[in-house]
């Protein structure tokens, strides 16, 4: 079994980090609804991606709603199958 892996927002400003998830092969995507570093609106929201390569995890994006308002928790719910991304805020 392999040990468990501690993943990590490259933005530090980043709050919720972890409350969705979804996994599809190698491809890890992780929504964090509450603030973003750089966002205007609280609360706003976003999707980081992850990517596994030679057995090493990392951040490959940070996915932000284009239409993103204050309280918008982009990120709140997410799922992810074959490549395809989806991401709905309450």
């Known amino acids: 079994m392999e040990p468990p892996i501690r993943l990590q927002s490259t933005d ?8 969705s998830a979804g996994v599809s092969g190698d491809t890890l995507v992780v929504g964090s609804f509450g603030k973003a570093s750089g966002d205007a609106a ?29 309280e918008f928790d982009w990120g709140y719910v997410l799922a ?6 989806a991401v709905c805020s309450p």
């Open 42 to 70: 609280n609360q706003s929201g976003s999707i980081q991606v992850f990517v596994q390569i030679d057995g090493a995890w990392s951040q490959q994006a940070c996915l932000k709603s284009s239409q993103a308002t204050a």
């Open 12 to 19: 530090p400003a980043q709050s919720c980090f972890g409350f």
């Open 80 to 85: 992810i199958s074959e490549g395809t991304i």
